[in-house]
């Protein structure tokens, strides 16, 4: 299976990626993977690749290009929950860094990326999210509604807050297919946000699951790390396949 480590075009410069498209020839419908804080790493080129086994061209930006690239953690930093904290500290400027703004404008650059691609079918993506991801990429669907068919978010964090700028709050734009999958006892998606976010997802009148994954923590998708949840993770993959090939296809 074609894997490239490229640099894309984003709003303020280039951004390194990983494109991986099937072994069968194309045009394929285009999925956009958000990473989580700890940023690209074999981890995600391994989850980017069995999606584009299903028969996608998939796109894993640095989401952080402005602040840094390359190796962003160590292998320690994953699996020593102390020393994660201590990388969750360096890595916070960077994700405080990532407006609405910014997002929004990376991901025009992203998909008009992709659009320009011989491998990459016509017609609307879909964007999924893991950790800070799933955040922004609900930020990414809402500001750009008519580009993403499916939105899919998973152990998000951020997603309903205080703020006037809070990600929940462009709910009503969507017009994308919606799935939230929630860490158990998440500090920072906690069950009153998830229930603020559903409610503004149902007034939107938006088609949306929303699922809590009991027991699995927050980051239980990432099995290079020490919050990996196996049957959780396991549960994401029943559920995010079948729903990219009903809504991509």
Not at 202 to 218: D, K, N
Request: glycine fraction near 10%.
């Amino acid at each position: 299976m074609p894997q490239i480590e490229i640099e894309v075009p984003a709003a303020d410069g280039s951004a390194e990626a990983y494109f991986v498209t099937p072994e069968r020839s194309g045009p394929h419908p285009a999925v956009l993977i958000f990473m989580d804080a700890f940023g690209l790493r074999p981890r995600l080129m391994e989850m980017a690749t069995r999606i584009a086994r299903e028969g996608y061209a998939v796109l894993v930006p640095n989401l952080f290009y402005r602040d840094a690239g390359g190796q962003l953690v160590t292998s320690e930093e994953l699996t020593d929950p102390e020393k994660r904290g201590a990388a969750f500290g360096r890595l916070m400027p960077m994700i405080r860094n990532l407006t609405r703004e910014r997002i929004s404008a990376d991901t025009a650059a992203y998909l008009n990326f992709l659009a320009g691609r011989d491998e990459v079918a016509d017609g609307p993506a879909g964007i999924v999210g893991y950790c800070m991801g799933g955040r922004n990429a609900l930020v990414a669907a809402s500001e750009h509604p008519n580009r993403f068919a499916v939105l899919a978010s998973f152990h998000a964090g951020g997603v309903v807050t205080d703020g006037p700028d809070s990600p929940h709050l462009g709910v009503p734009n969507l017009t994308a297919e919606v799935y939230f999958g929630h860490a158990d006892n998440d500090g920072s998606m906690t069950q009153e946000q998830i229930k603020a976010l559903e409610i503004t997802l149902a007034e939107a009148g938006v088609e949306y699951t929303s699922e809590l994954y009991e027991g699995a923590p927050h980051g239980f998708t990432m099995s290079d790390t020490s919050s990996h949840h196996p049957e959780a993770e396991k549960r994401h993959w029943a559920v995010l396949l079948p729903l990219l090939g009903r809504t991509l296809s």
